[in-house]
């Protein structure tokens, strides 16, 4: 299968620990997005890149958020000192800018829950 | 905010045509019509995206009214596989790229 991959798909933490999560996206797909999904709510947009570079940040997106993608391929989400509020599905997509429409693909998703 | 209006929920019978409508009265003349459907706890999964023209592919077809103010996803045959929320997004093409914009979608209950 060759589509978005997201790991891990599930994580279990306690408050004020720090998570990390990883994001493989379409091998040829230049941009990357972040979304996050709480219960009941579709979801909603947190940052996303066109290749290494991190074109737009959701006010969502606090301090103790941070994304990177160093190297134009896979991404990685981290969130310091959780907070149970954090709890929600993290979703990435990916794109291939220069397509007509530059199409989201998803990935499962990692779904935290913050105890 | 969401720039399309969905009815909360639909139920359909299994075998028979699914018709989902999506109002986007403020669309503007370079955006398009995604449709995206969600199965309980999986990501979301792209359907089909229009201009102005109706599209149809193998999972479903896509009819834009003329003065593009508002659509209808058809699922030709439901079946319970299609139980899901279905979200419709109105977006640039690629130079507006960017961040998709989900409202609360239509929640169909396909039964037997």
């Known amino acids: 299968d060759t589509g978005v991959s997201q790991d891990p798909r599930h994580k279990i933490t306690k408050r004020g620990q720090n998570v990390t999560f990883r994001c493989d996206p379409i091998s040829e797909h230049n941009r990357l997005y972040w979304y996050r999904q709480t219960l009941g709510q579709g979801p909603e947009f947190l940052t996303y890149?066109?290749?290494?570079?991190?074109?737009?940040k959701s006010r969502l997106l606090s301090d103790r958020f941070s994304a990177e993608r160093p190297k134009g391929s896979f991404s990685t989400l981290e969130i310091q000192r959780t907070e149970q509020g954090d709890s929600a599905m993290y979703l990435c997509?990916?794109?291939?800018?220069?397509?007509?429409?530059?199409?989201?693909?998803f990935g499962p998703g990692t779904r935290l829950t913050v105890l | 905010d969401a720039k399309t209006t969905q009815p909360p929920s639909m139920d359909c019978a299994e075998g028979r045509a699914a018709n989902l409508p999506c109002n986007h009265s403020t669309i503007s003349g370079n955006e398009y019509v995604y449709w995206y459907r969600q199965i309980h706890s999986q990501g979301p999964q792209y359907i089909i995206h229009?201009?102005?023209n109706n599209e149809t592919n193998e999972m479903a077809s896509l009819i834009i009214t003329e003065d593009r103010k508002s659509s209808t996803l058809i699922l030709p045959h439901a079946t319970l596989r299609d139980t899901a929320v279905y979200y419709c997004?109105?977006?640039?093409?690629?130079?507006?790229?960017?961040?998709?914009?989900f409202g609360q979608g239509t929640e169909l209950s396909v039964k037997p």
């Open positions: 997004i109105v977006r640039g093409g690629y130079n507006q790229g960017g961040k998709l914009i």
């Open positions: 997509a990916s794109s291939l800018a220069g397509a007509s429409t530059d199409t989201q693909y």
């Open positions: 229009g201009l102005k």
């Open positions: 890149f066109q290749n290494e570079a991190q074109l737009e």
